[in-house]
């Protein structure tokens, strides 16, 4: 068969299942002891795991079935209640330093996830409607800076940097994908220098952060413990790994092993093969998700398809990244296999919503095949 001859919906689907529920097996397989020791239940995270994914399962398969459009026609009030959660968010309770969750029925609701569909989904919608004033900076770009701008100033504020600077990443990038002019983007670029250098460079443990990052055995017992013990884990895996739920360095050595460092956990056990088939697939799903935003003739379907893609790779990126010791320590969950129940079920919803447009897309293609 083809390459150009394959769906993109299906090979996106299936890519999500498998990462969804190996995902399941190593949240279990990297968080067990850690529950027995703190929750005195190993299957605790699991059990909320599995929760999460079966609603982000139910999110995804209703909006495949929706038509992708009324997404767009839903984006300004979901963007001015994600508005609201951020608040609230900001004046609830601070935990290990950060304000980023909001306590409800027994479950920590993150608004800043919430958050990236929904500004994704409201960008791409004005863009497709806008195209032709982006050519003026003011009139065509500002309106973006001014409500991309709050939004991330609030997330950066809880404090969630890295967040933050994804989401103007990927904002930058539907800009770009969406015609704004180069000598405009550049603007913006020499703009963000100065923020970006105060940010990493006079805040104390971002600071801290970077110099660990270049060598974190300067500090092996502080700053530099996590990415020493990540190392650990990966160096023990070798090439086929120790095997399936035989990790030493979960053992209370990794911290957030089923979270922020789940992708040391699958290198330990399943070694560098696992590791790789990993990276595989998201290299898969990113590259079928591209494909299916230039197949989609609707610039709005097209920009939305382009910033989900582009969000879950990147975030795939920065979490194996910083395990792997590429990019300096940033906790980010990594798409449908990391502990998490917000960035779970965002990232099934966004599947959903990029299903949609590619039904969407082939009901056109139909249409104009019958006349």
């Not at 330093?97 to 569909?117: D, M, N, V, Y």
């Not at 994804?166 to 670029?189: E, Q, R, T, Y």
């Not at 990052?213 to 120790?242: C, K, R």
């Not at 590259?287 to 582009?310: E, H, I, Q, S």
């Amino acid at each position: 068969m083809k390459l150009k001859q394959i769906r993109e919906d299906s090979i996106i689907f299936f890519i999500t299942l498998i990462l969804l529920s190996f995902g399941l097996v190593m949240v279990y397989s990297a968080s067990s002891v850690m529950a027995l020791r703190y929750h005195n239940d190993s299957t605790y995270y699991l059990k909320r795991q599995i929760v999460w994914a079966g609603a982000g399962m139910a999110a995804m398969l209703a909006a495949w079935r929706m038509d992708y459009k009324i997404f767009r026609k839903l984006s300004l009030p979901a963007l001015f209640m994600c508005f609201i959660l951020l608040i609230i968010t900001l004046v609830g309770p601070e935990v290990n330093g950060a304000r980023r969750w909001i306590r409800l029925a027994g479950f920590s609701l993150q608004a800043s996830e919430f958050t990236k569909p929904v500004l994704f989904t409201f960008v791409a919608a004005s863009l497709a409607k806008r195209a032709e004033k982006l050519n003026d900076f003011w009139h065509g770009i500002g309106p973006y800076l001014f409500i991309c701008g709050t939004l991330v100033l609030l997330i950066a504020l809880e404090p969630d940097f890295g967040t933050a600077a994804a989401i103007c990443a990927v904002v930058f990038m539907m800009l770009f994908a969406g015609g704004a002019k180069l000598s405009h983007l550049g603007a913006l670029v020499l703009g963000a220098m100065p923020v970006l250098y105060l940010q990493l460079f006079k805040v104390g443990y971002r600071k801290s952060r970077l110099y660990t990052f270049m060598n974190p055995w300067n500090d092996p017992l502080g700053a530099g413990f996590q990415t020493i013990q990540s190392f650990l884990a990966f160096g023990g895996g070798g090439l086929t790994g120790v095997g399936l739920g035989q990790s030493r360095q979960k053992l209370l050595f990794l911290p957030e092993p089923h979270n922020d460092f789940i992708f040391s956990v699958i290198g330990e056990e399943f070694g560098f093969i696992g590791a790789a088939a990993i990276v595989i697939l998201f290299l898969l799903f990113t590259l079928f998700g591209m494909r299916l935003a230039l197949r989609c003739k609707d610039p709005f379907g097209r920009l939305l398809v382009f910033a989900l893609t582009l969000m879950i790779g990147l975030q795939a990126l920065i979490n194996m990244g910083v395990a792997t010791g590429v990019f300096p320590n940033k906790g980010m969950p990594l798409p449908f296999i990391s502990a998490g129940g917000s960035s779970v079920f965002v990232a099934l919803a966004s599947v959903g919503i990029m299903l949609s447009v590619s039904r969407g897309n082939r009901r056109q293609d139909s249409a104009g095949a019958a006349v």
